[in-house]
C-alpha cells in the first residue's frame, strides 16, 4: 500500500488529469492490422516515427487509419468496416520483402541491434502468429487476452520474446485493463518508487494504485493511467 500511496501522491503533484484523461488517435485505429504495425513498429523509438510509419501503410493501400465511430460510441467498427488480419497478411504476402521495407511501410527499424529482424517482417510474423488463432477483427479479441498459446508463439518472434509488444496491441485492440510497460513506463516508476521493476511488478503496481483511485475517479481505465504517465514522461 505504502508504493501505491507514493505513486498516487506523484500524481496529484504533476497534476495528471485523472478526471479527464482523454486517448490519443491510435487507440482508436479502424482495423487490427493498424494495432499490428503500432505495437511492433513502437518498441525502443520515439513514437512519431511510428506514427508516420503506419500513416505510410495507410496511404499505399488507401485504407482509413481511424475509426471516428468508436472515439464517441466506444464500440467496434463493424466488421465489414475492418480490414482483416487475413486480407493484412494476403496484401503483404502479394509484394516482396524490399517493396514491404521500401514502399509500404519506409521504414528500416529492427526489432533489435543485435541479430534483430526488421519490424516489417515481425509484423507479418505476428500477424500470421494471430491468423493462426482465428484473431481477424476486433471483436475476436476478447477470447484471447489471457491465451497462454498465443503469448508463447508470439514470444518465438525475434525482438518479441518480453510481450511488451503483444500487451500494447490488446490495448490498442480495446482492452482497458492492461499496461504499456516499455521503457517510458518502467522509467516513471522506477524513479518515484526507487528500484527496478519486472513487467509484471509494473502491472500490478499500478493495478493497485488504479484500484485506489478509481473511488475517486470511477471512469478512469488502467489504460487511460498507463497513457497519463506515458504522456507525462515523454515530456521530460
Request: net charge neutral; charged share 25%.
Amino acid at each position: 500500500m505504502e508504493k501505491e500511496t507514493q505513486l498516487i501522491s506523484e500524481f496529484s503533484r504533476q497534476n495528471l488529469d485523472l478526471g479527464n484523461p482523454g486517448l490519443s488517435d491510435e487507440y482508436y485505429y479502424s482495423c487490427l492490422p493498424l494495432c499490428v504495425s503500432d505495437a511492433v513498429f513502437s518498441i525502443g523509438v520515439t513514437y512519431s516515427s511510428t506514427i508516420n510509419t503506419v500513416k505510410k501503410f495507410c496511404d499505399y493501400f488507401n485504407i482509413e487509419g481511424f475509426s471516428k465511430e468508436g472515439r464517441y460510441s466506444r464500440e467496434y467498427p463493424p466488421i465489414e468496416d475492418q480490414l482483416s488480419i487475413n486480407d493484412f497478411v494476403r496484401l503483404l504476402d502479394s509484394i516482396t520483402p524490399k517493396q514491404m521495407v521500401s514502399e509500404v511501410f519506409r521504414n528500416r527499424q529492427r526489432t533489435s541491434s543485435r541479430s534483430g529482424i526488421l519490424k516489417s517482417d515481425a509484423v507479418l510474423l505476428f500477424s500470421k502468429v494471430l491468423q493462426s488463432f482465428k484473431i481477424n477483427y476486433f471483436q475476436d479479441c476478447i477470447s484471447h487476452i489471457n491465451d497462454e498459446g498465443l503469448r508463447k508463439e508470439i514470444r518465438k518472434i525475434p525482438g518479441q520474446r518480453s510481450g511488451i509488444s503483444l500487451q500494447y496491441f490488446f490495448m490498442l485492440a480495446g482492452n482497458t485493463k492492461l499496461i504499456k510497460p516499455d521503457r517510458m513506463v518502467l522509467g516513471y516508476l522506477e524513479r518515484i518508487i526507487g528500484y527496478k521493476l519486472a513487467i509484471t511488478q509494473a502491472q500490478e503496481l499500478l493495478d493497485a494504485s488504479h484500484q485506489l483511485l478509481i473511488k475517486d475517479y470511477p471512469s478512469l481505465t488502467l489504460r487511460e493511467l498507463d497513457y497519463l504517465i506515458w504522456s507525462f514522461q515523454r515530456t521530460q
